[in-house]
């Protein structure tokens, strides 16, 4: 069971450290944020948590990497969404 908190916390902190990464990258060289962008990422936070809930009810109480994957990557994008919006 740690193992799988550990895993969910680094690709979560893994998605939030490259995004944050790529957004400054992008503002760097000038550019800024697209229109909508913030409700793209809205929608993907939304199908990778739905993917994760299922996965969890239909494949089991076992460790499995890719329901980690989807764990991770639904509290990337909702720490992402909530620090791109304060």
Request: net charge positive.
């Amino acid at each position: 069971m740690v193992l799988r908190i550990a895993r969910i916390i680094a690709i979560t902190l893994g998605f939030v450290f490259i995004f944050s990464l790529s957004h400054q990258a992008t503002l760097a060289r000038g550019g800024e944020d697209l229109p909508g962008f913030n409700w793209a990422l809205g929608v993907l936070t939304v199908i990778f948590s739905a993917s994760a809930i299922f996965s969890e009810r239909t494949r089991g109480s076992d460790m499995n990497l890719q329901k980690d994957f989807m764990w991770g990557m639904s509290a990337g994008g909702l720490i992402t969404l909530i620090v791109r919006l304060t």
